[in-house]
């Protein structure tokens, strides 16, 4: 059965890979003992993109921009188009599952780490040689150093 036809209590999260470059930054995630992301939990009251900011400012205490895999993002007099995520993960973190908006950024100003969690830039290579990483966190940032490359052209 897959994991979204399953009956499961959801959270929404939302994460990105900060690309610098040829390398991806990722945090070393504790309680999982896995080189991830950076995000978290959408805090209520937030949009996607408010939480991604949030956490990277709280983990690697760096600001970013995301880079929009859409270019739909727009403001009308009644609404807001908000930069799509590049994709939506669903799985599964123990008794519950993550509903994970990704989306992909840049460093905007300081490049300097001095967040609250063990964070690292890493090339594809050395993702793809890490035992503690998941596959399709390693297939998402090759994705996103390609898709970052094809924005500055």
């Not at 739909?72 to 799509?84: D, S």
């Not at 008794?95 to 994970?100: I, V």
Request: aromatic share 6%; hydrophobic share 35%; net charge negative.
């Amino acid at each position: 059965m897959k994991l979204s036809e399953q009956n499961s209590v959801r959270h929404f999260t939302t994460s990105a890979c900060i690309v610098e470059g040829d390398k991806v930054l990722l945090v070393y995630h504790k309680k999982h003992k896995q080189w991830l992301p950076v995000g978290g939990h959408i805090e209520d009251n937030e949009t996607p993109v408010q939480a991604i900011k949030r956490e990277v400012k709280e983990e690697a205490g760096l600001d970013i921009e995301i880079i929009e895999s859409t270019n739909h993002a727009k403001i009308y007099p009644t609404a807001e188009i908000l930069p799509a995520p590049c994709g939506i993960s669903l799985h599964s973190v123990g008794d519950h599952q993550h509903m994970d908006m990704r989306y992909i950024g840049r460093i905007k100003g300081s490049k300097n780490l001095n967040g609250t969690e063990e964070c690292k830039w890493f090339t594809v290579d050395e993702i793809r040689n890490l035992d503690n990483c998941p596959e399709e966190i390693k297939d998402f940032a090759k994705d996103a150093i390609q898709i970052v490359k094809k924005v500055k052209q």
